[in-house]
């Protein structure tokens, strides 16, 4: 019975699943996401990268732990919750693009994200299914039918969701194309709903390999939902698509299955760091951007571009990029294991 409670309070799977997620970040941050391999690295525009699938697992990730909760948060919980995401993003937003203030993020999403969500969560199924199509439709309606500047256009320099962002944040949203403004909320709620039905889902179901077989096997057929998808909509990070979206779904949910068959398999010692990082994820996720705009900046100069230049590239060739790929995934490991022995904890 007292593991019952435990389980119910609190999913290894998503701290799991969230260090991951954490993990892939600190390995892009130090490396620099532009000189990460294609496979690795965000798509220039069309198209995706691990980068861009991992940018759309965190707020499936809050969704689980909505849906995994049960019960729809207080108003001065919610109001918490706003206010340390927001005030996090916009701290991050200082450091790495300095002044004006930008006031978009991802943390800043997540936010007013898992806020609406939170509200809706315990809604009857038929009306929380509504409110995701309705989102959808919104955001289709506003790229390719809205009366903005851009609307049909997907192109980089002229599009309705950097209309949009720039008509309503003018100077403080990131231009051309805001991947984290106005236009792509829509899309990052829903994305936050699918978590809430997943983590409600998981509530539910046993330990076995068969919860992780239709975890999978759900992935697989939004994998075939996706890049099908593709041939009519471009699969586009920066404006949040249908496509992408369902992608970023189906990487999340494939996740979750390999890591609910791992723990059931044993391995839960082996992923205790990466759990630990994902408990102390927002402290985590804020000093990996901090250090990436103090330590990398745009990669041009610095020690960090010395230590590339000096020592790695001659010695390692272009394989150089790996050494920072792993000093950055073992940091964010590391971070974890400090806060967590010095008992410092921010959480939404």
Known sequence: MARSRTRRARDDRTDVVRGLLLVAVGAGVLAGVDNLPSILGPASWEGFGLADLVAGGFPVVVGVAIGWRSRTPELKRLARRVAVLGGAGLLVSLVVHGLPMVWTGPLQQLAVASAVVAVVANRPIGARIGIGLALIAGSAWLLWASPLAGAGSLRPSLNAAASLDQLVLGVHSLRPSDPWGIATLPVMIV????????????????????????????????????????????????????????????????????????????????????????????????????????????????PWRGLRDGLLEPLAGDAWIWVYVGAGALSALALARALDRRNWRLTA
């Not at 779904?249 to 723990?263: E, P, R, S």
């Not at 010692?269 to 990436?292: D, E, K, Q």
């Open 191 to 302: 994305l936050v709903l699918a978590g809430n039905e997943l983590g409600r889902w998981l509530r539910t179901r046993p330990d076995g390999p068969a919860t992780a077989a239709a975890l999978l096997v759900l992935s697989a057929w939004l994998v075939v939902g996706g890049l099908g998808g593709a041939l009519l909509v471009p699969v586009n990070r920066t404006l949040a698509t249908p496509t992408w979206a369902t992608l970023s779904l189906a990487f999340t949910f494939g996740l979750y299955g390999i890591v609910h068959a791992a723990l059931h398999m044993g391995a839960r010692r082996l992923l205790a760091p990466v759990a630990r990082a994902g408990r102390h994820g927002l402290l985590v996720i804020v000093a990996l951007s901090v250090v990436g705009a103090v330590v990398v900046g745009d990669g041009s100069a610095g």
